[in-house]
């Protein structure tokens, strides 16, 4: 649970420090710029807030972990979908990055408080199904870990998420996929290329051997 505060404001300061022309930059995430992204994870903010005020029974038994939340899929959106489109439109809504900010910021705060306020007992209900508390917020730290890099993905300049959420995001990566990346390549890299946000280098593509043909593990 300590780890979801140290990522969800990492990610809090690297959209404070956006300026200009970077909320119009391509983010990592196929048909969205940065100011999409940003409009993406006031939803995702939202989902905290609503997940950790949706808590059942503690005697209830969980059916998700951290890793068995998410479903490999077969391939990466392409940006064309219903969903994409739907953030683009919600980000031009705004009309200005100051708002868009402004919102993200209200709700990245309170996400945080509500974390640390939450009871590591108890169960949350999310998708139809249960979760504990540190399960729910350990899964909430490799998706704003992997947005966090998707964030500053073609911005120059910009921190990456802390050491310790890196580590922790691709141990659950390696878990979901089935495989550990090699140890030649660094948290950050290993999480990048695993989820397909980049092709691995030659180099890469030999230290992955026989596990480069599974690649990527695209996270849905």
Excluded: N
Excluded at 152 to 161: E, K, T
């Amino acid at each position: 649970m300590d780890l979801f505060p140290r990522a969800w404001t990492a990610l809090q300061e690297a959209v404070r420090s956006l300026e200009g022309g970077q909320w119009v930059a391509p983010s990592g995430c196929t048909g969205w710029l940065v100011q999409d992204l940003v409009a993406h994870l006031i939803i995702d903010a939202q989902d905290v807030l609503v997940t950790l005020a949706s808590t059942t029974t503690t005697t209830a038994p969980a059916t998700l972990t951290e890793t068995s939340y998410w479903q490999p899929a077969g391939e990466a959106p392409d940006g064309t979908d219903e969903e994409s489109a739907f953030v683009r439109r919600s980000a031009a809504a705004y009309g200005t990055t100051a708002w868009l900010h402004h919102h993200f910021d209200d709700l990245a705060v309170a996400a945080v408080r509500a974390a640390a306020a939450a009871d590591p007992a108890a169960r949350v209900e999310t998708r139809d199904e249960v979760m504990t508390v540190p399960s729910y917020l350990a899964m909430c730290v490799l998706e704003t870990t992997l947005h966090h890099l998707d964030l500053i993905a073609h911005l120059s300049g910009m921190d990456g998420p802390p050491a310790e959420t890196l580590a922790a995001s691709r141990a659950m990566v390696a878990d979901i996929a089935g495989f550990a990346v090699a140890p030649s390549l660094d948290d950050r890299a290993a999480l990048l290329v695993t989820t397909g946000r980049r092709a691995p280098s030659a180099t890469e593509t030999a230290a992955l051997g026989e596990f480069a043909a599974k690649l990527p593990v695209v996270l849905g």
